[in-house]
């Protein structure tokens, strides 16, 4: 089946610093992939969709320059979260799928991001 | 309204059990449906699609009505590894999920 890898599984970084997590698709090409945070005990928030070649289609309230996308190849995306502060610490999610949608997406393990 | 409702819960169930869910969604063009768990701090895992027709996988029945805009997944013979947190996901399009809030659930013995 799909898997799609996340690294780091978490981390923690000192505020005003930047932080890179990667997503990849292992066996599959993946020209979409979608970027989720979640808060705790709330449910898992679509910050942005990360289109390979092209720019990413950001949600809105989300602020594109503090969270930077880039997906350059078919099976590797990007999110910096630049000027990391506080209230950025979240779980992030990324997730892939190769059936346009239709049969359920497959989730990175997630990046605990902790700010302090 | 929000885009996908669900009861948040908890739902303190004996092991045995079985125990329904619930989740309406607003996008009538919404066309895929899905139910998910989550673990304590790990990522979501498809547990099912859900078809018009209904359809079921083991100890686990999930329904979908597009008229009420209404999708329910139930759990029989409830076990202990079930206790989780249930997410109805809905594909709002352009390969969109939408995530309700989630049901937690758990099993006691």
């Known amino acids: 089946g799909a898997v799609v890898s996340q690294h780091p599984s978490r981390v923690i970084c000192k505020s005003g610093t930047s932080v890179k997590i990667e997503c990849r698709s292992l066996d599959f090409q993946a020209t979409t992939m979608f970027w989720y945070r979640q808060f705790p005990k709330q449910s898992l928030m679509l910050m942005a969709t990360?289109?390979?070649?092209?720019?990413?289609?950001?949600e809105q309230g989300v602020e594109k320059d503090k969270f930077l996308i880039n997906h350059a190849s078919l099976t590797l995306s990007t999110l910096t979260v630049t000027s990391a502060h506080p209230e950025d610490s979240s779980f992030y999610i990324c997730s892939a799928d190769r059936t346009g949608g239709n049969y359920g997406y497959t989730f990175g393990s997630g990046t605990r991001l902790t700010v302090v | 309204r929000k885009e996908v409702e669900q009861d948040p819960g908890p739902f303190n169930v004996p092991e045995g059990a079985t125990v329904a869910f619930n989740c309406t969604y607003s996008n009538s063009a919404s066309q895929s449906f899905f139910w998910y768990r989550q673990d304590c701090r790990k990522e979501p895992k498809l547990l099912m699609s859900v078809y018009s027709s209904g359809n079921e996988d083991g100890r686990f029945t999930a329904q979908l009505n597009r008229a009420s805009q209404y999708i329910s997944l139930l759990i029989r013979d409830s076990k202990l590894s079930d206790s989780a947190t249930y997410l109805c996901?809905?594909?709002?399009?352009?390969?969109?999920?939408?995530f309700g809030q989630g049901t937690r659930l758990t099993i006691n013995p």
């Open positions: 990360s289109n390979e070649g092209s720019k990413a289609t950001y």
């Open positions: 996901v809905v594909n709002w399009g352009a390969q969109k999920l939408v």
